[in-house]
């Protein structure tokens, strides 16, 4: 069985930072893309971040120029790396790896992280 481990959310003040990180564990594969998505109250779960396994990384333009995706392999760990947070980047932030196990390919999620950001 996969599990995805999420780490590093919390409050932060406005222009601050926070480190997010994700690690997979289990029966793995492969490991496709890599991803993370936020959802805000009230609102819908939209994409912040993904790199895929060549290293090309897509991020909306919300966060761009902010937000910065990595991943170490030989961890099956994904990590976002968030400058300059805005209240507005207040959310809880998932992670989601599209991941070979035994029971074949899957997107699979993380537990969810809470991001404050507020003075």
């Known amino acids: 069985q996969v599990q995805l481990v999420e780490s590093g959310g919390g409050l932060v003040q406005p222009g601050g930072s926070l480190r997010l990180s994700c690690a997979a564990s289990?029966?793995?594969?492969?490991?496709?893309?890599m991803g993370w998505y936020r959802q805000a109250p009230g609102k819908q779960r939209e994409l912040v971040a993904r790199m895929s396994n060549d290293g090309s990384t897509n991020y909306p333009d919300s966060v761009k120029g902010r937000f910065t995706i990595s991943r170490d392999n030989a961890k099956n760990t994904v990590y976002l790396q968030m400058n300059s947070l805005k209240s507005e980047d207040t959310a809880v932030y998932y992670c989601?790896?599209?991941?070979?196990?035994?029971?074949?390919?899957?997107?699979?999620w993380g537990q969810g992280t809470q991001v404050t950001v507020s003075s």
């Open positions: 289990g029966s793995i594969f492969s490991i496709y893309v």
């Open positions: 989601n790896i599209d991941l070979v196990a035994n029971r074949g390919r899957y997107d699979a």
